[in-house]
């Protein structure tokens, strides 16, 4: 088994998944796994990468299948015996314009964000290693969405106390709503994204407090965050900030040194904690 430490970032074939692949094989001291659904996708990754004279490392992961989920799991702990760094970093969304059903897209969208993400930690949140930094890719959107939700939600994804099992029935009801055309009369905002960003913020403060319940002598710093806006295939070339720069954030939060004691459990943009 190898003593070297080792980071895996989602989605990283492209966007700023890569660029924070390529922070992390500049600036971590360890193996780096670029991860795709699509091995074509995510072996020309590995290749532009080695172009520029960098040396990441390949494995197949797609976050809506369980059985690649668990397969990568036992890589990481017959390898290694355990995991350094996460970044979830792969996401979706539907383009404004795009006229899929809303109901399909709220299906479709929570069911990677949420709840492929969610299955991602429940599999590899365990392999963490002490001083392990897990960063779950969020958005401000699910700040702007928070806000647009009735007053009795709000209370609940603020809570200190909800629970992982309460919130993915909120999360299942959101897409249940959308399927009934009931979701804007049951108090949620109309976005599915924005939904499915408030599950990633909200799944990263219960896991946070989880391992300060359970690992707490481990050290490990878990955090959600906001890469800022970006010029990805997702967000479009009218964004303000390069993949490079958007990677700044995911990776401060990856590199956390292991005296540092927080941020934990926050939700982080340009490296500044917000408010929830
Ligand atoms: P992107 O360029 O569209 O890249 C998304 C990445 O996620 C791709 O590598 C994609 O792989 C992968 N992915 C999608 N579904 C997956 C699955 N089921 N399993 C594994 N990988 C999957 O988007 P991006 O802008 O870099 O976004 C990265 C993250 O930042 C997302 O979580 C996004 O929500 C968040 N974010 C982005 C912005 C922005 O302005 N760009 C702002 C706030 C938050 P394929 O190539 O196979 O599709």
């Known amino acids: 088994m190898s003593s070297v430490p080792v980071a895996v970032v989602t989605g990283s074939n492209k966007g700023i998944g890569l660029a924070i692949v390529r922070a992390l094989c500049k600036q971590f001291p360890g193996d780096v796994y670029l991860t795709s659904r699509d091995p074509g996708r995510g072996q020309a990754a590995v290749a532009q990468l080695q172009q520029e004279g960098l040396r990441p490392l390949f494995h197949q992961l797609d976050i809506d299948d369980l059985q690649s989920i668990r397969a990568l799991r036992d890589f990481l702990k017959e390898k290694y015996g355990g995991l350094n760094v996460l970044v979830n970093n792969a996401g979706i969304a539907f383009k404004v314009h795009d006229t899929t059903p809303f109901a399909v897209q709220a299906e479709v969208t929570l069911k990677t964000n949420f709840f492929g993400t969610r299955n991602v930690c429940t599999e590899l949140l365990p392999l963490m290693k002490p001083y392990g930094r897990v960063v779950n890719v969020s958005s401000m959107v699910s700040s702007s969405a928070l806000g647009r939700c009735s007053q009795e939600l709000q209370q609940k994804f603020r809570s200190d106390t909800i629970t992982e099992d309460e919130l993915v029935?909120?999360?299942?009801?959101?897409?249940?709503?959308?399927?009934?055309?009931?979701?804007?009369?049951?108090?949620?905002?109309?976005?599915?994204?924005?939904?499915s960003k408030i599950g990633v913020t909200v799944l990263s403060r219960i896991q946070a407090r989880l391992l300060n319940e359970q690992r707490k002598g481990d050290h490990i710093l878990l955090n959600a965050c906001c890469p800022g806006w970006v010029r990805t295939d997702m967000a479009g070339p009218k964004a303000t900030k390069s993949p490079d720069e958007g990677a700044d954030t995911p990776v401060y939060l990856a590199l956390l040194p292991s005296s540092a004691d927080a941020p934990h459990g926050q939700f982080v943009s340009d490296k500044t904690v917000r408010a929830w």
């Open 169 to 195: 029935q909120l999360m299942t009801k959101f897409v249940e709503d959308t399927k009934k055309s009931v979701h804007e009369k049951e108090g949620w905002p109309n976005t599915a994204y924005g939904v």
